[in-house]
T-cell receptor, first 114, second 116 residues
Framework: AQSVTQLGSHVSVSEGALVLLRCNYSSSVPPYLFWYVQYPNQGLQLLLKYTTGATLVKGINGFEAEFKKSETSFHLTKPSAHMSDAAEYFCAVTLKTGANNLFFGTGTRLTVIP | GAGVSQSPSNKVTEKGKDVELRCDPISGHTALYWYRQSLGQGLEFLIYFQGNSAPDKSGLPSDRFSAERTGGSVSTLTIQRTQQEDSAVYLC??????????????FGNGTRLTVT
């Protein structure tokens, strides 16, 4: 079975500070991993994804995430937070092949303090 | 181009009534998903349609929930005899080929259902 755990339902950072949102997964087979973002009053949109190849993946708006198999982690980072980054972030996992279900974490709400 | 469209955006209903939620996926997307987003619960998978294949209904929480996808396009999620615990945001997403084929989901803005 697959699942994701997001540590911290709320994270607050100062504008310009490092953003680190944590995600750990469990999967019996190598996974596909995703981060989705939900801005206020908008639908979820894909931020970035890891499928194969390079373990450090870059997404939109300066975000990146690194797949670490040894730690079963896929943490999301951004060097310098901007006010517009305030949103809810969801980590998700699915199998590389076979089932098409996408399992989401419970989400982390990011607040950026001016 | 047009994204995934859901209607209504908000629905308030009395306990015991039936409701229908509609999803118009992106044209040409063969995969369609329904999720439920409850406060503090993340996104809960409900049902998945892929082309003409039998849908994956493994996430439907009870037999009061059902969904159809007509003509491989529009989908309707029906909740019969609504209960207060059904209150949530119901999200629809479509995808060109399903996430297992490295195809990301495109989400609608959701329908916020409130059962009083």
């Amino acid at each position: 079975a697959q699942s994701v755990t997001q540590l911290g339902s709320h994270v607050s950072v100062s504008e310009g500070a490092l953003v680190l949102l944590r995600c750990n997964y469990s999967s019996s087979v190598p996974p596909y991993l995703f981060w989705y973002v939900q801005y206020p009053n908008q639908g979820l949109q894909l931020l970035l994804k890891y499928t194969t190849g390079a373990t450090l993946v870059k997404g939109i708006n300066g975000f990146e995430a690194e797949f670490k198999k040894s730690e079963t982690s896929f943490h999301l980072t951004k060097p310098s937070a901007h006010m517009s980054d305030a949103a809810e972030y969801f980590c998700a996992v699915t199998l590389k092949t076979g089932a098409n279900n996408l399992f989401f974490g419970t989400g982390t709400r990011l607040t950026v303090i001016p | 181009g047009a994204g995934v469209s859901q209607s209504p955006s908000n629905k308030v209903t009395e306990k015991g009534k039936d409701v229908e939620l509609r999803c118009d996926p992106i044209s040409g997307h063969t995969a369609l998903y329904w999720y439920r987003q409850s406060l503090g619960q993340g996104l809960e998978f409900l049902i998945y349609f892929q082309g003409n294949s039998a849908p994956d209904k493994s996430g439907l929480p009870s037999d009061r929930f059902s969904a159809e996808r007509t003509g491989g396009s529009v989908s309707t999620l029906t909740i019969q005899r609504t209960q207060q615990e059904d209150s949530a945001v119901y999200l629809c997403a479509s995808s060109p080929a399903g996430v297992g084929n490295n195809s990301p989901l495109h989400f609608g803005n959701g329908t916020r259902l409130t059962v009083t």
